[in-house]
């Protein structure tokens, strides 16, 4: 399976009982799936099925499905039944404006068949069972375009995903190199404040290396680095994996801006406090660009 994206577009196109008909589908993305399709009310009865057949392959998305028919060029196909009740009505209307006004009768045949109801068009009897078979051919093909255009979205998104995970690996590195000079530095500091407080007074060596050991301790992001590397494996994996994977991409850069910002709030090394906020920055890009992922 692969990634897709929520994002695509397909068309199909087909013919039953004289009449061409277009089905597009277009989708956006959505925490859920929701469909909607707009059908003339002739063919309510084809919602049901599309819906089915969309939900099969759609996990997640806003999907819309538009529906459209006109008259195919199969003219031998279509008869047209002359309403006489109704024409003569109208001439006999014509007839007596004409007498009653003084205008003149103009009415032609041709003029006639353009008015409303003069004519009924017949097509040859088709059952629901053939329309639907049609229109579901013409939706597969729909489908076809509009899955690829979701992989092929999906693979972007993919890659540049993957880029800034890999970015945050590299940084998570650089922070536990940072991490045990940070308290190294902390100790040099303090020895140095301690010494210029007492001047020649002696230092109590075992108090600075329990403060030290203290500050170290509250320091630590042992923990938080290999939770997220923990994390990134499965960001990983889920990537690869593929199909409707969205919500879980979503939860794990939850966890992972949680890791981050612990990290942020125990790290006072300015050097590490600019990597966190890099890192912050990329997981943002991955909060947004998984927001259209299946």
Same mark, same amino acid.
Do not use: W
């Given at each position: 399976?692969?990634?897709?994206?929520?994002?695509?577009?397909?068309?199909?196109?087909?013919?039953?009982?004289?009449?061409?008909?277009?089905?597009?589908?277009?989708?956006?993305?959505?925490?859920?799936?929701?469909?909607?399709?707009?059908?003339?009310?002739?063919?309510?009865?084809?919602?049901?099925?599309?819906?089915?057949?969309?939900?099969?392959?759609?996990?997640?998305?806003?999907?819309?499905v538009y529906f459209h028919t006109?008259? %195919?060029?199969?003219?031998?196909?279509?008869?047209?039944?002359? %309403?006489?009740?109704?024409?003569?009505?109208?001439?006999?209307?014509?007839?007596?404006?004409?007498?009653?006004?003084?205008?003149?009768?103009?009415?032609?045949?041709?003029?006639?068949?353009? /008015?409303?109801?003069?004519?009924?068009?017949?097509?040859?009897?088709?059952?629901?069972?053939?329309?639907?078979?049609?229109? /579901?051919?013409?939706?597969?093909?729909?489908?076809?375009?509009?899955?690829?255009?979701?992989?092929?979205?999906?693979?972007?998104?993919?890659?540049?995903?993957?880029? %800034?995970?890999?970015?945050?690996?590299?940084?998570?590195?650089?922070?536990?190199?940072?991490?045990?000079?940070?308290?190294?530095?902390?100790?040099?500091?303090?020895?140095?404040?301690?010494?210029?407080?007492?001047?020649?007074?002696?230092?109590?060596?075992?108090?600075?290396?329990?403060?030290?050991?203290?500050?170290?301790?509250?320091?630590?992001?042992?923990?938080?680095?290999?939770?997220?590397?923990?994390?990134?494996?499965?960001?990983?994996?889920?990537?690869?994996?593929?199909?409707?994977?969205?919500?879980?991409?979503?939860?794990?850069?939850?966890?992972?801006?949680?890791?981050?910002?612990?990290?942020?709030?125990?790290?006072?090394?300015?050097?590490?406090?600019?990597?966190?906020?890099?890192?912050?920055?990329?997981?943002?890009?991955?909060?947004?660009?998984?927001?259209?992922?299946?």
């Open positions: 399976m692969t990634v897709k994206s929520m994002t695509g577009f397909g068309r199909g196109t087909g013919s039953f009982g004289g009449l061409d008909f277009t089905i597009d589908i277009k989708s956006v993305n959505h925490r859920f799936f929701d469909f909607s399709a707009r059908l003339n009310k002739d063919y309510a009865f084809l919602e049901e099925p599309i819906k089915k057949r969309v939900a099969e392959m759609v996990a997640r998305g806003k999907v819309d006109e008259k %195919n060029a199969e003219e031998s196909e279509l008869t047209a039944v002359v %309403n006489e009740d109704l024409v003569r009505a109208y001439l006999n209307a014509a007839e007596l404006l004409s007498e009653n006004f003084g205008i003149s009768n103009d009415l032609t045949a041709a003029r006639i068949i353009t /008015l409303p109801d003069a004519l009924t068009i017949t097509r040859p009897e088709i059952s629901d069972d053939e329309v639907k078979a049609a229109v /579901l051919s013409g939706l597969n093909c729909a489908l076809e375009s509009f899955i690829t255009m979701r992989e092929q979205e999906g693979q972007k998104l993919k890659s540049d995903i993957q880029n %800034n995970l890999d970015f945050i690996a590299r940084s998570v590195e650089k922070i536990e190199k940072l991490a045990p000079d940070s308290v190294d530095a902390y100790r040099q500091r303090l020895e140095a404040r301690i010494r210029e407080m007492l001047e020649d007074r002696s230092m109590d060596e075992a108090r600075v290396l329990t403060e030290v050991a203290l500050f170290a301790d509250k320091v630590a992001v042992d923990e938080e680095t290999i939770r997220i590397k923990s994390h990134l494996s499965q960001f990983y994996d889920l990537l690869e994996q593929g199909g409707p994977i969205g919500k879980k991409l979503d939860f794990l850069v939850q966890e992972l801006n949680r890791e981050v910002n612990t990290i942020g709030s125990k790290c006072s090394c300015i050097e590490i406090t600019r990597i966190v906020v890099d890192v912050k920055s990329c997981i943002e890009k991955i909060r947004e660009q998984i927001q259209n992922v299946e």
